[in-house]
């Protein structure tokens, strides 16, 4: 069971036409699940300049009362605020009264056409925080920088140059969500730290940082850990007044002055 979001850029650019097909798109990948309240649930968020709940994941629990739900959706048109839309789903998406279940997974898959107007960074990493896998599919106008900093990584990115094509993702994208490959088990699999640690999640993995360790990058956490200086700051050591602290990789020690 799995708990899905389809995060859809519903903005100007893409157009009336172009959107049906991202709904058809949508349906047919929907019809690849099991649907149901014991299996996996499905919503959608369309976003422009603001993002809109077309509906929850609990609304519709049949393939059949959810696909009509899918194809009743109207294009909104509008601005490209994409890193509204994650905040939004990130904090609204994925409540108990939406249907959320705990201890399921948690994916969004957004499709999205062009460069997002606002910063998508910092959102992308609030969601992940969350537990949220991020699958990114560009169309025609992506903006490759941007899909790779929302992705939660590169097993997660998929891109069209045109809407004809998206259909073509459809296979893609649902064995990299169903087959749950470990890529945790090979180093060669993922691109997580020496100095970091990976887990593995539903059609995806998560990379952290091991103690001691800190990643300047933000959504790409756990990709660069770096030994952080906890000499440096007093809340990060427990050193008395009077003692030397001596920074260590991953670590520090004190130590007693001569006379101490």
């Known amino acids: 069971p799995l708990d899905v979001i389809f995060l859809l850029d519903g903005s100007g650019s893409v157009g009336v036409v172009n959107f049906e097909k991202v709904k058809q798109f949508t349906l047919k990948t929907v019809i690849g699940f099991d649907i149901g309240p014991t299996a996996t649930q499905v919503g959608i968020i369309q976003y422009s300049t603001r993002p809109r709940q077309e509906f929850s994941m609990?609304?519709?629990?049949?393939k059949?009362?959810?696909?009509?739900?899918?194809?009743?959706v109207n294009y909104m048109a509008g601005g490209t605020l994409t890193g509204r839309a994650i905040r939004y789903v990130t904090k609204y998406g994925f409540g108990e009264s939406d249907g959320a279940r705990p201890g399921i997974p948690k994916i969004v898959i957004l499709v999205t056409d062009g460069v997002s107007s606002d910063d998508i960074e910092q959102p992308a990493l609030e969601a992940q925080q969350k537990g949220i896998s991020l699958y990114a599919i560009g169309v025609s106008g992506y903006d490759m920088d941007q899909l790779e900093r929302i992705a939660s990584n590169n097993r997660t990115l998929a891109v069209a140059e045109n809407f004809n094509l998206l259909d073509s993702l459809r296979n893609t994208l649902l064995t990299g969500i169903c087959d749950n490959f470990d890529e945790c088990q090979n180093e060669t699999d993922n691109d997580c730290s020496p100095n970091g640690f990976c887990t593995n999640t539903v059609g995806s993995?998560?990379?952290?940082?091991?103690?001691?360790?800190?990643d300047q990058q933000?959504?790409?956490?756990?990709?660069n850990c770096i030994d952080y200086d906890e000499c440096s700051d007093s809340s990060r050591n427990d050193c008395f007044q009077h003692s030397e602290c001596v920074n260590t990789p991953g670590s520090f020690t004190c130590s007693c002055p001569t006379g101490f």
């Open 218 to 223: 933000l959504n790409r956490t756990g990709r």
């Open 205 to 214: 993995f998560q990379c952290s940082c091991n103690p001691g360790y800190t």
């Open 58 to 62: 609990n609304s519709f629990q049949t």
């Open 64 to 72: 059949e009362s959810l696909s009509t739900a899918i194809e009743n």
